[in-house]
């Protein structure tokens, strides 16, 4: 039995893999098919296989669908973790990118984290919100739009775009109400999923979308367990910044992060503060002590998620001390 650490560079239509067995390297280029894949994969069945890749979203679905048929190891890591790991380096290409795919995932494989396989309804849920997200910006766009058609009033056809415009806008519009729809119907149909989300929407502040964007993230709390690893991957968690004496700033919120969920959590921990409830005591309290509004609602944000954790956790809706009292 021999030890392979293969690397995978993907694309939406090849493959570039590196396969390392002790210190000979090889390379190969096969297509992104999952009939290719399959007959790839078959000749190191036998073998102790290491199988590493970036996550690239779509244009991974072929391998989660092949690689769990075998008894590999697999590893998919964050692209920006791989590229800060490189250092200096020169130059790119899918072969070069496969091959330190490869030598990254010897290093650090004790400190990496194995892929699962993620359930049907949550990888549905992860493709309709992202579709949801499409077609929100679209119509964003298209409204912009219609700013700029009073600009044509002079040509004649800033009513007719309009026009059009609109259409194209109430039929999106519909398309996202149909998408809402399907995405609720996939958590009521999973027993435990429909839970998670009643007990999620009992935390201030938490609206339906948010509530999903948790469980899709989370993958219903399987893949991320720990709200502070969650606070610290939405971008709410403050950093110290210090070397010796003379170097140092005040604590400050990490550019990496997931942008879009801090977006939701952003609008979460707006509608709490506007709410009869402890968060919104907190976020007074602290603003009235000069605290800046934005650290305050940061904290809010941190809060939200560590509550969210919290009633999943203990399997328990969240109570308001206020209206207790």
């Known amino acids: ?120 309804a949550i990888k549905k849920l992860k493709i309709f919100i992202t579709e949801r997200t499409s077609r929100i910006k679209m119509k964003r766009r298209l409204l912009k739009q219609q700013h700029d058609y009073k600009l044509m009033k002079d040509v004649g056809l800033d009513k007719e775009l309009a026009k059009l415009n609109k259409q194209f806008i109430d039929q999106i519009v519909k398309q996202i109400k149909l998408i809402e729809q399907k995405i609720q119907t996939i958590i009521n149909e999973d027993s435990i999923l429909k839970q998670q989300a009643k007990l999620i929407s009992s935390v201030p502040g938490v609206g339906k979308i948010l509530t999903w964007t948790m469980i899709a993230k989370t993958e219903g709390f399987t893949k991320i367990t720990d709200p502070r690893k969650m606070a610290c991957y939405t971008g709410v968690v403050p950093f110290e910044y210090q070397s010796g004496t003379s170097v140092y700033r005040k604590p400050r919120v990490s550019m990496f992060a997931d942008k879009p969920t801090k977006a939701v959590l952003h609008l979460g921990a707006m509608s709490a503060i506007r709410l009869n409830n402890d968060l919104r005591v907190y976020y007074l309290r602290k603003v009235n002590e000069g605290k800046n509004k934005m650290l305050v609602l940061n904290a809010v944000r941190n809060k939200i998620i560590h509550r969210i954790f919290a009633v999943i956790k203990n399997q328990e809706f969240y109570k308001n001390p206020l209206v207790l009292s």
């Open 1 to 120: 039995m021999k030890n392979f650490i293969i690397g995978i560079d993907i694309s939406s239509k090849t493959l570039d893999i590196c396969v390392k067995e002790s210190q000979e390297l090889s390379h190969f280029e096969i297509e992104n098919s999952q009939k290719a894949i399959l007959k790839f994969f078959r000749v190191y069945k036998e073998n102790q296989v290491i199988v590493a890749m970036e996550n690239t979203g779509r244009y991974n679905w072929n391998l989660f669908e092949v690689l769990p048929k075998f008894n590999f190891k697999i590893y998919v890591l964050n692209p920006l973790h791989l590229s800060k790991s490189l250092g200096l380096v020169r130059g790119k290409d899918d072969k070069t990118d496969a091959y330190r795919i490869c030598l990254f995932t010897e290093k650090n494989k004790e400190d990496l984290t194995l892929w699962k396989p993620t359930p049907k």
